[in-house]
């Protein structure tokens, strides 16, 4: 499928004319120690609003060429990671902010999407937790959808039927041992990301959790 860049895609700016080559971008806080950050390329915020530790900032347009890709402590100059990234025209990209602010990493993903079928949906699993072992992503009681991925690994997006009451489940690598679940969650027709953040051995805020965000959605 040919992603329209102002329609299905989930973003903050959809309705902006933007005639020059752009690529999308989304921005996701998986530090578990992370107070809320504000995402900037360049000089420019990204958005108004904060992104909260296990939360996501919906896709926004940006220019393309050489992009400095930064994380900052909300409201402030306090820089807790940056890096560089060559965006392409018509990409889409998600760039997440992971491990402790001590310890800070950024992963960037090309993001290939592709619309699924009627009455399917499509969903991809990162392993953010620094600590932790390999993981899978799973139904509870059901298939394992996803296998054996370590620290910053990834899968493709892969198809399941829509449906509005899933519990999903992230295992120990080949293993019954559920590290993090995510409850009734609703999947309806679009794409989805699920990863897993946190420290393992720890037992306050910083546990291991599991989030999930909507790429994309289709009508």
Not at 105 to 134: E, H, V, Y
Request: glycine content about 4%; charged content about 15%.
């Amino acid at each position: 499928m040919a992603i329209s860049f102002s329609a299905c895609v989930k973003d903050n700016n959809r309705y902006n004319n933007v005639t020059q080559p752009v690529a999308l971008i989304s921005a996701i806080n998986a530090s578990p120690d992370a107070q809320p950050v504000d995402f900037f390329l360049d000089q420019n915020r990204t958005a108004s609003n904060t992104i909260k530790s296990g939360e996501s900032q919906d896709y926004i347009r940006a220019y393309t060429g050489k992009r400095n890709l930064i994380f900052y402590a909300a409201g402030s100059s306090q820089k807790i990671i940056s890096d560089t990234a060559t965006l392409k025209n018509n990409t889409l990209y998600s760039v997440f902010l992971a491990n402790v602010v001590s310890k800070p990493d950024l992963i960037l993903l090309t993001d290939t999407l592709k619309q699924p079928a009627s009455g399917m949906a499509t969903i991809r699993f990162i392993n953010l937790s620094p600590d932790a072992p390999a993981a899978d992503l799973a139904i509870k009681g059901g298939n394992v959808l996803v296998s054996n991925k370590a620290y910053k690994a990834f899968s493709g997006f892969i198809t399941l039927p829509v449906n509005a009451a899933y519990n999903l489940e992230i295992r120990q690598a080949g293993t019954s041992t559920v590290l993090a679940s995510l409850n009734n969650v609703n999947i309806k027709n679009g794409l989805y990301t699920v990863w897993l953040q946190g420290i393992a051995a720890a037992t306050d805020q910083t546990k291991l959790s599991a989030h999930i965000q909507n790429n994309v959605y289709y009508y």
